[in-house]
Nanobody, 127 residues
């Protein structure tokens, strides 16, 4: 099975920026939509952003629109999440996931549509 590895998390002050990366172990994932979710302590995993297999379509949670940008580089089999104007409420473990079906854009905001997942990377925003 394809493995996903996130990186780029860390501690940043409110108003700062971070760029998360999610590298895949093989190029078969290039046929799948990809997404970022996040999970704060005691809360459910929530949708952040998704991007279609060719990068032509994106979707964002209302809470991050205008601040976060999702992108992908299929030549590098890597997707990215550029996070600007970070807020303390953005603090969470961020996970990348691959849509479980190729060429599809079904229910991109539901974590049940994604498999595999990466191990997560911690993002902490201080006030």
């Amino acid at each position: 099975q394809v493995q996903l590895i996130e990186s780029g998390g860390g501690l940043v002050q409110a108003g700062g920026s971070l760029r998360l990366s999610c590298a895949a172990s093989d190029g078969s994932i290039n046929n799948n939509a990809m997404a970022w979710f996040r999970q704060a302590p005691g809360k459910e995993r929530e949708f952040v952003a998704a991007i279609s297999w060719n990068g032509g379509t994106t979707s964002y949670a209302d809470s991050v629109k205008g601040r976060f940008t999702i992108s992908r580089d299929n030549a590098k089999i890597t997707q990215y999440l550029q996070m600007n104007s970070l807020k303390p409420e953005d603090t969470a473990v961020y996970f990348c996931g691959a849509h479980r079906r190729m060429w599809r854009w079904d229910n991109v905001g539901s974590p049940s549509e994604y498999n595999p997942w990466g191990q997560g990377t911690q993002v902490t925003v201080s006030s």
